[in-house]
């Protein structure tokens, strides 16, 4: 059964600390690994997609990476407003619908 | 600004009380997705539609029910709400072939 795990669940950070969250999958036959951030009351908003290991997206203070295993969203010297629901979904074969993380709830305390 | 739309944002509906959630999109996406996400839990598939081909997952309760008329809109169909369905239901949308979802702001449904 493919499955997705994201840890921690929850990270509180303080302003300018910088840190990881992590993505591990077991599936077979990856097509994708994607990244979205949620804040509360709405739907998830897209970040990034990743297709092969050693593949690396940045945007702003965001870099996430891949390997055969996991995904790493690395966040460098977070902002408050970057506290967020972070979620991994992962794509297998075919056209089937994404599979998600429980995703990992980032505090940024200023 | 093409986007997913859901409404309302907001449903309020009693026990056993019907209830529709609509969903449009104007991003011309042939596949649409309805999502269950209850608090700190990952989004649940419910359905989806390739097209006009409907998509049930097999673990989506009977009372659960979907229409799409047409590419741009979709419906969530709740024939008997339970207090259990109380969540947030995301509609996403995407391009067949294309990996990547979009997703609307949701809809809060309480049941009362």
């Known amino acids: 059964e493919d499955q997705v795990t994201q840890s921690p669940e929850a990270l509180r950070l303080q302003e300018g600390e910088s840190s990881s969250l992590n993505c591990s999958y077991t599936?077979?036959?990856?097509?994708?690994l994607f990244w979205y951030r949620q804040d509360p009351g709405k739907g998830p908003e897209f970040l990034f997609t990743?297709?092969?290991a050693g593949e690396e997206k940045e945007k702003e203070r965001l870099k996430a990476t891949l390997t055969k295993k996991e995904s790493f969203l690395h966040i460098t010297a977070p902002k408050p407003e970057d506290s967020a629901t972070y979620l991994c979904?992962?794509?297998?074969?075919?056209?089937?619908?994404?599979?998600f993380g429980k995703g990992t709830r980032l505090s940024v305390i200023a | 600004d093409a986007m997913v739309i859901q409404n309302p944002r907001y449903q309020v509906t009693q026990f056993g009380k019907p209830v529709t959630l609509s969903c449009s999109q104007t991003?011309?996406?042939?596949?649409m997705y309805w999502y269950q996400q209850k608090s700190s839990q990952a989004p649940k598939l419910l359905f989806h539609y390739y097209d006009k081909d409907f998509n049930n997952e097999a673990d989506t309760p009977d009372n659960f029910q979907s229409r799409r008329p047409n590419t741009s809109f979709c419906f969530l169909d709740i024939r008997s709400p339970g207090l259990g369905d109380a969540a947030m239901y995301l509609c996403?949308?995407?391009?067949?072939?294309?990996?990547?979802?979009?997703f609307g702001p949701g809809t809060r449904l309480t049941v009362l």
């Open positions: 599936v077979s036959g990856l097509r994708g």
């Open positions: 990743l297709y092969s």
């Open positions: 991003l011309n996406h042939n596949v």
């Open positions: 979904a992962v794509r297998v074969l075919g056209n089937t619908p994404l599979v």
């Open positions: 996403a949308t995407s391009l067949i072939g294309s990996r990547e979802q979009f």
